[in-house]
């Protein structure tokens, strides 16, 4: 069955090195979102694409962030340098942007820990 | 901008009937949805309510009362498996940017 991917699972990386996560949307879906959750700030939408352009990243620290798409299978977010602050899990998500955003389907996600 | 208001943790016994409540502040929006997240999970679709009034799916139904910025889920016969969180999602802007809640946990004791 279709599913959302997420690479990869678990992330653990020291300070300042550059972090890449990398999401598969499903097949025909065209809107990407990209999320953080932490304990403390809960789930946060960092940026989000549709027909693979950017139409908001204003969650996004901008300068240490960068989301993109590549392509219509991949959407990447990458972390350079990477923080401590920066350890949560990051969901990337799909929806079929025709039938409205309100039925998203979620990536695993990846555990990223910054030491 | 918005903001949604949820009770951060709710208990309720198997086979029994709780209501999860979301409040919201928006100048504007689509519809409102709700997502479940069991615990080292991703969250999964629940339901999702353009107009007014019950949408039924199942055990779970939501609600919503636009002129209340009011919202609530239902879930009906609980079970165990149910202990997950809750978030209620606004879906809203030209984009229909979403905006999810505080998320409520909800424990099912026997």
């Known amino acids: 069955d279709a599913r959302v991917t997420q690479t990869p699972r678990d992330k653990v990386t020291e300070m300042g090195q550059e972090v890449t996560m990398r999401c598969q949307p499903i097949?025909?879906?065209?809107?990407v979102f990209w999320y953080r959750q932490t304990m403390k700030q809960g789930l946060e939408l960092l940026a989000y694409?549709?027909?693979?352009?950017?139409?908001?990243d204003s969650g996004m620290p901008k300068d240490r962030f960068s989301a993109e798409m590549p392509d219509a299978t991949l959407a990447t977010l990458k972390i350079q340098p990477s923080e401590p602050r920066d350890s949560a899990v990051y969901f990337c998500?799909?929806?079929?942007?025709?039938?409205?955003?309100?039925?998203?389907?979620f990536g695993p996600g990846t555990r990223l820990t910054v030491t | 901008g918005q903001s949604l208001e949820q009770p951060s943790e709710v208990t309720a016994v198997e086979g029994a009937i709780v209501q999860i409540n979301c409040t919201y502040q928006?100048?504007?929006?689509?519809?409102l949805s709700w997502y479940q997240q069991h615990d080292g999970g991703a969250p999964t679709f629940l339901s999702y309510n353009a107009l007014d009034g019950l949408e039924e799916t199942g055990r779970f139904s939501s609600f919503l009362s636009r002129s209340d910025s009011y919202g609530y889920l239902l879930l009906q016969e609980l079970q165990m498996k149910d202990s997950a969180s809750y978030f209620c999602v606004l879906n809203s802007g030209g984009y229909q940017k979403v905006t999810f809640g505080t998320g409520t946990k909800l424990q099912v004791i026997p």
């Open positions: 694409f549709r027909n693979r352009a950017p139409l908001d």
């Open positions: 097949l025909g879906h065209n809107t």
């Open positions: 928006t100048s504007g929006f689509y519809g």
């Open positions: 998500a799909s929806a079929n942007g025709l039938a409205g955003n309100y039925e998203q389907y």
